[in-house]
């Protein structure tokens, strides 16, 4: 079983509407969670951390974290054509600072 | 301020060469780990390094992989002999110490090993 799942998509989003990204983990343990985006040919990028449980919200962006049902996601509102990248989910794990990333999934915004 | 700075940004050698890439991570950063991203594995950490110290390289594939950081500010990721499977795009990413700290990513050496 892998340690952070996330549907590889691609997840085809209509300009304007909100786009839903999902990830579960199965460290139980797990303390810190982010949302990376990767532009084709480019570097992650760290777009959102969420650390507690419940929604965070940073502009069109919103994170939300479950823990009891170990799931993290991430809303775009508003999508923009810009918004087409893969996103990438990471947990950090209690006790070291590793990294586990999930395969990411692939967005694309038709206009 | 200057993220984390890789280098080459693309490699392109003969298998059995030797192939070094460099990394700076952001100054005051402590921690600095090297990934390799594959379409097939996706991003995988190689190495990590906390205070210069390699703290886990589990994830180094063979022995033919090393890594060293002499100093807070340089690291490389030694490849020797490569081979043609090595080829992938290698990212550096460094960090504060600390559980909740996010990493920041370099902008990758893109590697093809012929």
């Known amino acids: 079983q892998k340690e952070v799942e996330q549907n590889s998509g691609p997840l085809s989003v209509p300009e304007g509407a909100i786009a839903s990204l999902n990830c579960t983990y199965s460290d139980r343990g797990s303390q810190s969670f982010f949302w990376y985006r990767q532009y084709s040919g480019k570097s992650p990028e760290l777009i959102m951390s969420?650390?507690?449980?419940g929604d965070k919200e940073d502009g069109r962006f919103t994170a939300q974290l479950n823990k009891a049902s170990q799931y993290v996601s991430l809303l775009i509102r508003d999508s923009q054509p810009s918004d087409s990248a893969t996103y990438l989910c990471?947990?950090?794990?209690?006790?070291?600072?590793?990294?586990?990333f999930g395969t990411g999934t692939r967005l694309t915004i038709i206009p | 301020d200057a993220g984390v700075i890789q280098s080459p940004r693309h490699e392109v050698t003969e298998m059995g060469q030797e192939v070094t890439l460099r990394c700076k991570p952001i100054?005051?950063?402590?921690?600095l780990f090297w990934y390799r991203q594959t379409m097939m594995r996706g991003l995988e950490l190689l190495i990590y390094f906390n205070n210069n110290v390699p703290i886990d390289d589990s994830g180094m594939p063979e022995d033919r992989f090393s890594a060293k950081m002499p100093n807070a500010s340089f690291s490389t990721l030694k490849i020797q002999p490569s081979e043609p499977r090595d080829s992938a795009v290698y990212f550096c990413?460094?960090?504060?110490?600390?559980?909740?700290?996010?990493?920041?990513f370099g902008d990758g050496t893109r590697l093809s090993i012929l």
């Open positions: 990471a947990v950090l794990n209690f006790g070291n600072e590793k990294l586990t």
């Open positions: 969420i650390y507690s449980n």
């Open positions: 990413a460094s960090s504060f110490e600390g559980g909740n700290q996010p990493q920041h």
């Open positions: 100054s005051g950063h402590n921690s």
